[in-house]
């Protein structure tokens, strides 16, 4: 079992930049892989970036592509997910989720652990 803790989110004007982190408690991270969601007021939780087990492979969804970067550090159990250029439609509660598999499934449904979220809110 792995618990998460998301920190890093805050308030920032647009063109802004936000480092999250996502530290993880457990011995055996690096067995799980990584992914970011957020979630806006009345939208459905979506993806925003995954990254396997052994940190070699990432995806973006195409609204944060080119300006969002996810990384692991697997020695610290911390995933990050740089956020630049950010805009107000980025506003959102940012959620990491874990799962322990090789490779990182988009599907929020597919993840078993998750923290309780970082608000983020970009404004215009």
């Known amino acids: 079992q792995v618990q998460l803790v998301e920190s890093g989110g805050g308030l920032v004007q647009a063109g802004g930049s936000l480092r999250l982190s996502c530290a993880a408690s457990?011995?055996?991270?690096?067995?799980?892989?990584v992914g970011w969601f957020r979630q806006a007021p009345g939208k459905e939780r979506e993806i925003v970036a995954t990254i396997t087990r052994s940190g070699t492979t990432t995806y973006y969804a195409d609204s944060v592509k080119g300006r969002f970067t996810i990384s692991r550090d697997n020695a610290k159990n911390t995933v990050y997910l740089q956020a630049n250029s950010l805009k107000p439609e980025d506003t959102a509660v940012y959620y990491c989720?874990?799962?322990?598999?090789?490779?990182?499934?988009?599907?929020?449904?597919?993840?078993?652990?998750w923290g309780q979220g970082t608000q983020v809110t970009v404004s215009s």
């Open positions: 457990g011995r055996t991270f690096s067995s799980y892989a």
């Open positions: 989720a874990a799962v322990q598999r090789p490779s990182a499934p988009s599907g929020p449904g597919l993840y078993d652990y």
